[in-house]
């Protein structure tokens, strides 16, 4: 018999926002099974700089109690490839994420510009992942976006990462 399993996604908005696990939580209910024992949890970071702070930290113990818990850092890659910041940034998550063996999984250029196809505003966020949402777009990815292993402009391997713990449906 297997075991129930806890899914933490860490992501970098706010729990008030909440817009980067609504694409997520999409992405599991369109291309997998539904599994009663997977428990997914977001773990809200607020800015990808507090990957690695103590309250994060404190989050991903406190959420992942007793069950086999998998932690997924969901990072957006931003300016990547102009900025050594970012760069810099992104590869020392990567590295944490390596270290800690959590799984890693990567927006390029963030998860607005892999689902909706373009970069949104701040101001915009909340409203374009209910849109997003409403109108069932995720139904019209283009999946090879979705099961990238290197960066590239509107893409992302979240369905690599997610192959490892749900079964695919047969979409």
């Known amino acids: 018999m297997k075991t129930n399993k806890r899914i933490l996604f860490c992501v970098e908005t706010t729990k008030q926002a909440d ?61 990547y490839d102009v900025s050594d910041h970012d760069r810099g940034l992104l590869d020392q998550i990567r590295n944490y994420c390596r270290k800690k063996g959590y799984e890693f999984i990567f927006f390029c250029k963030d998860v607005e510009d892999v689902y909706c196809g373009h970069r949104i505003p701040k101001t915009q966020k909340v409203q374009a992942i209910r849109k997003f949402r409403t109108s069932k777009s995720i139904a019209k990815m283009d999946v090879d976006n979705l099961q990238r292993d290197d960066y590239q402009v509107h893409c992302s391997n979240i369905l690599n990462v997610l192959d490892r713990y749900w079964k695919r449906k047969g979409v």
């Open 19 to 79: 817009t980067d696990y609504g694409y997520i939580r999409d992405t599991i209910h369109h291309y997998y099974e539904e599994s009663s024992r997977i428990v997914t949890r977001a773990i809200y970071m607020g800015s990808k700089s507090r990957y690695k702070s103590r309250s994060v930290q404190e989050d991903i113990k406190n959420q992942g109690g007793t069950a086999d818990t998998v932690v997924i850092y969901c990072i957006d890659t931003d300016e």
